[in-house]
């Protein structure tokens, strides 16, 4: 019998997106989330390419993108497509109340009204690397859902976790985990979505707030210190019939690989075993690698092989969909590490 490849899916229009600077606290620095950190996973893949199959998402899953978010916050995406090529809007003026009703999605001055930082800007390529980032994760999930493959990983960028229902920022447009979870939901009826990113993954805590088929975890950087400071705190655990199907687990800086592999088989695998996980979406963020720029874990190369191997242990249906790490030299060795315990 030939090995099993792991399914791979990217498009090469997530690669037009390059947002160039972001605004941090006052001061304009370099955007991290560069396109060298695509091309770091890619060239770590194609090292190990007898394992690896990559593929090509088929379509935007358009619908299922504006039934996860406000069809006006899309609108607003979208429309940033007219803008002149080499033009990026940064939204940086944001109304006093979240009302969308009176917006013109139209008006890129609007954009504001769907965004909470000023980290994430708008170009004319924007729309297509979101959707087609999207699409990795749409197109992951379906394969999974169907049973025709065990495990996949899709490889989204622009990254999801922190786009909310109506909000975008954190680099983030379109929830690509969320839409992995929402395909799984039609085939399987307990869905677990982990987030492993350093940051706490708010966008999809909205998305399933009221949700007790979809558990959501996140371990994160604890949001006094760091982004995006208002939410990831434990007492959020979800609203409604929700409540008790969303858990935080904030930790501390510095917080390193034996520390954090303890947490995760202390509180979140037995938290995933009494929810009864029939599959698994991990949103896996690389920025808890010990030199990253902007995380403040000490994770190194061998522990992402640990974490996956926790995860790979239930032996659910998963869906890797990759979110942050900015320390792109060893990007692309990290997230393969991870994916070995998927083989
Ligand atoms: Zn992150």
């Known amino acids: 019998m030939p090995p099993v490849k792991l399914p791979v ?8 997106h390059k947002p160039v600077f972001e605004w941090a606290f006052g001061e304009k620095i370099p955007h991290p989330e560069t396109t060298c950190r695509v091309e770091s996973i890619l060239a770590e893949l194609e090292a190990h390419s007898p394992r690896f199959e990559l593929r090509s998402p088929e379509q935007f899953p358009l619908a299922l993108i504006k039934e996860t978010h406000n069809k ?9 497509a007219s803008l002149p090529l080499g033009k990026t809007f940064y939204p940086s003026v944001f109304p006093y109340h979240r009302d969308k009703s009176n917006l013109d999605s139209s008006n890129i001055h609007h954009a504001g009204a769907f965004c909470f930082d000023s980290g994430t800007p708008l170009n004319a390529t924007t729309f297509a690397a979101a959707a087609w980032s999207a699409a990795c994760a749409f197109d992951a999930a379906k394969l999974v859902a169907s049973g025709t493959q065990k495990y996949a990983y899709a490889l989204s960028r622009p990254p999801g976790h ?3 229902t109506d909000l975008f920022g954190g680099y983030c447009y379109f929830n690509n985990a969320a839409i992995a979870a929402k395909v799984l939901r039609q085939t ?4 677990a979505l982990v987030d492993i990113d350093f940051h706490h993954g708010n966008g999809t805590q909205v998305i399933f707030d009221r949700d007790p088929s979809v558990l959501v975890i996140s371990l994160h950087g604890d949001p006094n210190e760091h982004y995006p400071h208002f939410t990831g705190y434990a007492n959020e655990t979800g609203s409604g019939k929700g409540k008790g199907f969303n858990i935080n687990i904030p930790l501390p800086g510095g917080t390193d690989g034996q520390e954090y592999l ?7 695998i037995p938290a995933l075993q009494r929810f009864e996980a029939q599959a698994l979406v991990l949103s896996a963020g690389f920025d808890t690698y010990v030199a990253d720029p902007i995380g403040a874990f000490c994770l190194e190369t061998p522990d992402f092989l640990s974490v996956g191997e926790q995860f790979a242990a239930l032996k659910l249906p998963t869906v890797i969909v990759q979110e942050g790490g900015y320390e792109s030299t060893s990007l692309g060795r990290n997230v393969v590490s991870l994916l070995e315990a998927f083989f």
Request: cysteine-free.
């Open 162 to 164: 922190h786009a909310s």
């Open 72 to 80: 006006k916050m899309v609108e607003a995406i979208q429309s940033a």
């Open 262 to 268: 303890h947490r995760l088989s202390a509180e979140v």
């Open 188 to 191: 399987h009826s307990r869905v």
């Open 9 to 16: 899916f990217f498009h090469e229009d997530q690669l037009h």
